[in-house]
């Protein structure tokens, strides 16, 4: 499927079936009644469905493509595919190249192959991927193999989500709904529709694949399990925003090419805080196509990584003492008539419309900061979070000096003026002044308002981004059918001031400005009555909270089966996930650092011996073999408590229970065989050492 273009607009979807390539090959009364379907104005009928399907097919074999797929994401937190070809035997020995409206519509894959919560069972297989018509199909290729990707969401027999996306969609409605009920309650009377934007900042390191390839860790588990501090390593801050390697920048640019014609608007790369760390962000797109986006980005980096014998790590921390990796949601709602419904204007403290969404999102993230902080749980981000590199795991808002005087000011009863940026004198006489914005950026906070925007800043690099988003959705959405109930009733500047005045006085608590790594924000905070939540385990555990519960079916987002389900799937996922490191760190230590670091130890022996044989002072030598051998002892002792600590939470049946014991006899017990080991490291010949350095793997292209 080799296509030359000449610009990069030529380039940009070339492999989408967009809404020019619709317009362009549909009658015009199908497109015309697809839009409305886009809109929300009428269902997707059978009819249309197979006109569309007939042209995506066509164009689709145009591109090179035999098979289609309803790609979903199941979860495992990561996407699934089946392939079907288009062919269609026609009885006489020849075949037809055929796709119906049907097919594309639904499709049913094996519903109880996935992480299911118990909604599914082995003997009840039936499931049902249906087609997400308002993120754009596409071709994309895979070596030699081309296919016809079909967004779409996947659902049980029993209509149940089993995916990320359901609720995605499901929580898009929702903020719709209430959306347009507030805007239409405060006299807006053009918008009909209101949609959540995202742009995710995407985080990731890059390591030679020789490197990776002997590092059982970094296969299994996707970070080191072992490994010694580099004697260098971010300190200088010199690899942030520095000169990019050549073949870094040639494997960014491919990436840019492969995305580019998948329609991703990737934008903007450079490299992050810690060596061998990069950024790759994107423009907005709404939140389920910017989604599919995210999860096609990932993919891409790691099918490109290996093309340049690289290999992408996406894990939140898969290095210790350096920077991890997040992933930052920057979220936003805009109305159909284009307007930012975060964006504050000139004069933000006369702006009522975005005055009652601000306030509605501070009600919103102050009422179920734990399920916010639930929502960007896994055991990844349990290594980076609250790390001085990432934000705690206590959620509070940054609103900056402008907003924060402006919402002191409703609080004592209205607001009445706005402080303004001015400008920037560089006392140069060839630069020009620069405006400057109302109000300065907090990298500290996990979320922050950044101009007409909020950046939730706790999302970790591995995760979708399904997750964090339909929580925000939703729980806005809920706040905001509550003002709804109050503005329909009396829509008088009197009466909506009120209501701002009284929700920014109770949740003032949640606003936070400083810096969010500093010791005593956690004691600040713990008297301002906010949660804490350390572990992945203790947040998943708060998700059926009644209050969360009655949120997501107040919206038809997830009924109160679904939301256990989820729970019972992460609990799960944080067990396996600890449990295969776990394993993988005790074969690594039986198997390759303690003989490695016995041989070590014989060969220090020896040369005591002859050393002392030939009558001269080996105190010196001595002193290492005891170091080494006293080492190799330690780390024997804490590999069989870690292996006590995997029988006895293996042996535990109850979800959370098991959890709990993952946590606290599996995982913190790997840390002593984790100190024995880098002790070691640090001694042993470097010959001899079994496993790739910190200082290779950081700082070697």
Known sequence: MSQSFETTTELFGSNVFNESTMKERLPKDVFKSFKKVLSGEKVLDVDTANVIANAMKDWAIEKGATHYCHWFQPMTGLTAEKHDSFISPVGDGTTVMEFSGKELIQGEPDASSFPSGGLRVTFEARGYTAWDCTSPVFVKEDGKNITLFIPSAFCSYNGQALDKKTPLLRSMDALNKQAVRVLKALGNTTTNRVTSTLGPEQEYFLVDRTFYEARLDLVLAGRTLFGAPSPRGQEMDDHYFGTLHERVASYMNEINVELWKLGVSAKTQHNEVSPAQYELAPIFATVNVATDHNHLTMETMEKVANRHGFVCLLHEKPFAGVNGSGKHVNWSIGTDCGINLLDPGDTPHDNMVFLVFLTAIIRA????????????????????????????????????????????????????????????????????????????????????????????????????????????????????????????????????????????????????????????????????????????????????????????????????????????????????????????????????????????????????????????????????????????????????????????????????????????????????????????????????????????MLFLR
Request: glycine share 6%.
């Open 365 to 696: 993230v102050d009422k179920y900061a734990k399920l916010l902080r639930a929502s960007v749980a896994n055991t990844g981000n349990d290594h980076r979070l609250g790390a001085n590199e990432a934000p705690p795991a206590i959620v509070s808002i940054f609103l900056g000096d402008q907003l924060t005087d402006i919402v002191s000011q409703l609080a004592e009863g209205g607001a009445k003026e706005s402080k303004q940026g001015g400008q920037l004198e560089l006392g140069i006489s060839t630069l020009p002044p620069l405006p400057r914005d109302c109000t300065d950026r907090n990298r500290t906070s996990p979320f922050a308002f950044t101009g007409n925007r909020f950046e939730f800043r706790m999302v970790g690099s591995s995760q979708s981004t399904s997750g964090p988003v339909f929580v925000l959705n939703t729980i806005v959405a809920e706040v905001l059918s509550e003002f709804a109930e109050v503005i329909e009733k009396d829509s008088s500047n009197t009466a909506v001031q009120a209501l701002l005045s009284k929700y920014v006085k109770e949740h003032h608590r949640i606003l936070f400005n400083g810096d969010n790594y500093a010791a005593e924000w956690p004691i600040e905070a713990a008297k301002r009555g906010l949660p804490n939540l350390k572990s992945t385990v203790d947040s998943i555990l708060s998700i059926n909270d009644k209050e969360n519960v009655a949120v997501f079916e107040a919206q038809n987002v997830l009924s109160e089966e679904e939301l256990e389900a989820r729970m019972d799937i992460l609990l799960e996922a944080y067990s396996m996930k600890i449990n295969i490191e776990a394993k993988t760190m005790i074969q690594m230590a039986k198997r390759q650092i303690i003989p490695a670091c016995t041989e070590y130890s014989a060969t220090l022996a020896d040369a005591v011996a002859s050393i002392t044989a030939a009558g001269v002072d080996a105190s010196a030598q001595k002193d290492v073999l005891t170091k080494v051998c006293g080492l190799i002892s330690e780390l024997s002792g804490a590999v069989a408590a870690l292996e006590a600590g995997l029988e006895k939470a293996g042996a535990i049946e109850e979800t959370d229970k098991q959890a709990i014991s993952f946590r606290d006899d599996v995982f913190a017990a790997c840390t002593p065989v984790r100190q024995a080991a880098d002790s070691l490291e640090q001694i042993v010949d470097a010959e001899i050492w079994p496993l790739p350095t910190y200082a290779e």
